[in-house]
Structures are given as C-alpha cells and as structure tokens.
C-alpha cells in the first residue's frame, strides 16, 4: 500500500512481524484499551464495563445458567468490549490527525459511539431475557 503523503514511507512496519510479534502487539492494544492511554480528558470506558462484566456472570453463577446460556452472556461481554476497543482506537487515531475542530471526524466518532451504546443495550436486551426468569423464580417464594 502506498502512502501519497510520506515519499519515503516505511518499509511495512506495521504488517511485516512474526506470530509472536503480532500477538505481543495486541495483547499491548488490549492492554492500552483496558487501562487507557493516559491522554488528556481521557475518559476509559472500561471503568463501567468490568465492574458490570463481573456482575452479571456472578449473577449467572448464582441462579445456575446452563453453560450455553453462560457462553452467550461470555458473548456479549466481548462483544461490548471490542466495540469500545474500536470505539478507543477511533479515538486515539483521531487524537493523532488533528486537534482541530474537524464536522467529519466528531461525526465518525460520535457513529462509533452509537455503535457501542447498540451493542450495550442489545447486551444488556440478552442478559435480563437470560437472568431474568431465574433471578425472579429465586426471589418469589
């Protein structure tokens, strides 16, 4: 791929890496997605997503979920949480083009975050109709 901008571009710098490399690299992107980039008015999203994880699949092992129903609650947690991963690479890319006030570029965040919110309420839409019946049949003598 030829970059128009840069005469002089790298020689695939950022495809050209071994297995062990390509993993290093994105258990570092997972890394920088969980604990944030530390950049200013830096807000992680992560601060929700674990505490919430954590909830609701101890929920599913206390009213007993079959692991099918598990492996889907599993399912839509990661689904949340690589949305908000593109949602912050988008973010961080953007912080790295301009610092100017740009319509395109809120616009393609602002779509990026709508993408998260659907995927979050679709998740949470999977989790009350898999934990609902069974945490209200717990709660009704």
């Not at 920088?32 to 954590?54: D, Q, R």
């Not at 609902?132 to 717990?138: D, E, K, N, Y």
Request: charge should be neutral.
């Amino acid at each position: 791929m030829t970059n128009n901008f840069d005469p002089n571009p790298p020689s695939d710098i950022y495809s050209n890496r071994s297995w062990i490399g390509k993993f290093r690299i994105s258990f570092r992107g997972l890394w920088l997605g969980v604990v944030g980039t530390h950049s200013p008015k830096s807000i992680n999203s992560f601060i929700v997503h674990v505490p919430m994880a954590i909830i609701v699949l101890s929920a599913g092992v206390w009213v007993g979920l079959a692991p099918s129903s598990m492996a889907l609650l599993f399912l839509c947690i990661g689904a949340v949480m690589a949305a908000e991963l593109f949602n912050s690479s988008l973010e961080s890319l953007a912080k790295a083009i301009t610092d100017q006030p740009n319509r395109d570029i809120a616009n393609a965040l602002d779509i990026a975050s709508g993408a998260v919110l659907l995927v979050s309420l679709m998740a949470s839409l999977v989790g009350v109709v898999i934990l609902g019946l069974p945490i209200l049949q717990l709660w009704t003598p």
